[in-house]
């Protein structure tokens, strides 16, 4: 059976495209709000990060009305470090909105969560964005959208896909380049005719793959997924299987059912096959495993995530300041909240070491675990992290690394400087192309080439460049690659930081602290050009005499401190360094914190 009243969409792009602005015109123009409702720019980032960032992290459902016709639409994140999001939520849609930016064009994770798009054999809306930017190159972004799908291996029914010319922003669609649209009727009324209604059996078994994980504190773990076959009821019994059979088969009940209207969960009494829906009352739910009826268990097959590419250490804080802000410190507490969010991450794995105080943690990329850190901090957890690794395989007995696609759109006088920096990374030049005064690069770099990266590309580019990047494939290891350049300064005592010693210690290098900052032996306060790393007491006080020299007691001037943010400090660390994170803190720090016993350790 063809229901014609339901389409089941996700819309995909690539960071700063604008999907969820678009998604909020949605919403508007489908009469989700009422006309005097106050509401929030970007409205589906609920998470306070996602607000803050100004990115999706979590893909999150919504659905609108349109022509007695209920449009349910997953918002997904652009990031590549979460596309383990994007590749799950594409098994509960029967189509994809790929929305391109009409100046930037396709990049890096256009074509990553294009190609998953593909694979599932989706119907495809092609919308090309921000038609109002001076900058937009409306017909040559059509064609290399084409192009794209051409490099990908599109079928005919893909390449034939509508395109349409929209403003997310203004909240108007057009189906003509030439043509301003006034509201998003031809985007809807595409929809409708393009992408096509879930043919489903409503007679069969229940059957629902579980494709997203919420939590609510009242009723425990909801499960979100499309039901495949069949119709679903409140208080009906039911068999939780695995088709990779990572757990055996056990029964459970649905306590609560919810279908999403707006931005609203509503409760109801049953729903049928084709419906995205949210349930509670089976407790151990997790992503990938099917709700079956009990009379007859069929697992359904869920999608191979793509494997993590980076990992990291997460430690017990032993510093002289642990405990002081912290809440949850102890391992016990940092190992139960860890492998809580495996629950709900997909990409991410959490394994125990030989040590009860340390585990290490793999993910997408630095920014996939800067955010899990940031998260940790922010519900009261102290502990400490070690310098993000590339994770190498061995494939036919030969050692290889992680490899990126790295895309960069570069103004003309800095590509002297970013070629050189590749050069030194072992990026290899794919592409360059002009675009406009400025030049698109293509190179594929290992992934621990990018580590440290980003902050000298701005620097390198004077704060135009834009960077962006996704993982392609394992290659032969490429050799060493010189990580960093600058040397730390490290406190030489413990204290509390004094302006006298700070002034000294700041023709050394930059400052991470400012005055009246207590700090430890051992504790990194600043870096400093020169490649080896150099002993500062910022605790040294002014010694009193009664004898006085004119303009001696002038005011010292300090130069303001370099505020790290965690992806800065991550970037930042060397190999014999850690980063103490606490809910207040974020403090760089020698794993070896005696001066005395490190450079025993250092020069024997």
């Not at 794209?148 to 997310?168: F, H, V």
């Not at 621990?448 to 580019?461: A, C, P, S």
């Amino acid at each position: 059976m063809v229901r014609n009243d339901l389409r089941n969409i996700a819309i995909i792009a690539h960071v700063d495209h604008g999907k969820t602005t678009l998604v909020d015109q949605m919403l508007k123009q489908a009469g989700t709000f009422r006309e005097n409702q106050v509401v929030e720019e970007r409205v589906m980032d609920s998470n306070a990060i996602e607000r803050e960032r100004g990115i999706t992290i979590l893909a999150k459902n919504t659905s609108v009305r349109y022509k007695d016709t209920k449009i349910n639409i997953v918002d997904t994140p652009g990031h590549a470090d979460f596309s383990g999001e994007v590749e799950r939520i594409l098994k509960m849609v029967d189509g994809v909105i790929l929305l391109v930016d009409s100046a930037e064009g396709p990049m890096p994770q256009t074509r990553f969560v294009l190609q998953k798009a593909l694979e599932f054999g989706h119907k495809i809306i092609i919308v090309i964005n921000k038609i109002d930017r001076p900058d937009a190159r409306l017909n040559e972004v059509g064609d290399e959208v084409l192009e794209l799908l051409l490099n990908l291996d599109a079928n005919d029914e893909q390449l034939d896909s509508p395109i349409i010319y929209c403003s997310g922003r203004d909240g108007t669609a057009s189906m003509s380049p030439n043509v301003p649209g006034e509201d998003l009727i031809p985007l809807f009324d595409q929809i409708l005719d393009h992408i096509p209604a879930p043919e489903v059996d409503m007679e069969g078994d229940m059957q629902m793959l579980v494709s997203s994980i919420d939590y609510n504190e009242y009723v425990g773990r909801i499960g979100i997924g499309r039901i495949e076959r069949g119709s679903m009821k409140v208080g009906q019994p039911v068999t939780v299987a695995d088709y990779h059979d990572r757990v055996k088969p056990y029964n459970g009940k649905i306590v609560t059912l919810y279908t999403i209207e707006g931005l609203a969960r509503t409760p109801v009494d049953s729903c049928t096959a084709g419906d995205i829906v949210c349930f509670s009352g089976i407790e151990n739910i997790t992503i990938g495993e099917t709700l079956c009826a009990q009379s007859n268990v069929e697992p359904l097959p869920f999608v191979k995530i793509s494997e993590p590419t980076v990992e990291m250490f997460f430690m017990v804080n032993d510093s002289p300041f642990a405990g002081k802000d912290g809440k949850f410190v102890t391992s016990r507490h940092l190992r139960e909240r860890l492998f809580r969010e495996l629950l709900k991450d997909v990409s991410l794995r959490v394994s125990e070491t030989d040590t009860t105080d340390a585990f290490r943690v793999s993910g997408r990329g630095e920014m996939h675990l800067s955010i899990l850190i940031e998260n940790l901090r922010r519900e009261g957890y102290e502990f400490q992290v070690g310098a993000p690794k590339a994770l190498m395989k061995e494939i036919d007995g030969v050692k290889c690394e992680p490899i990126e696609r790295m895309i960069a759109d570069v103004p003309q006088d800095a590509l002297g400087s970013v070629m050189e920096k590749m050069g030194a990374r072992k990026g290899e030049l794919v592409t360059m192309n002009p675009k406009g005064d400025r030049m698109r690069v293509e190179f594929l770099v290992p992934a621990r080439g990018l580590f440290g990266y980003r902050n000298e590309f701005l620097t390198d580019t004077k704060g135009e460049g834009v960077l962006s990047s996704v993982f392609h494939s394992y290659q032969p290891y490429k050799g060493e690659i010189q990580k960093r350049s600058q040397g730390s300064l490290i406190a030489f005592e413990t204290g509390e930081a004094i302006t006298y010693g700070l002034y000294n210690a700041q023709e050394r290098g930059t400052l991470f602290i400012g005055a009246g900052t207590p700090v430890y032996e051992g504790m990194v306060v600043g870096c400093t050009p020169k490649s080896e790393d150099i002993s500062v007491n910022v605790c040294k006080k002014k010694q009193l005499t009664n004898t006085r020299a004119s303009g001696s007691d002038d005011a010292l001037r300090l130069v303001p401190p370099r505020q790290m943010s965690i992806e800065a400090a991550l970037e930042f660390l060397a190999d014999d360094e850690l980063l103490e994170v606490t809910p207040n803190n974020l403090r760089i720090r020698k794993k070896i914190l005696s001066n005395q016993l490190r450079m025993k350790k250092n020069h024997g």
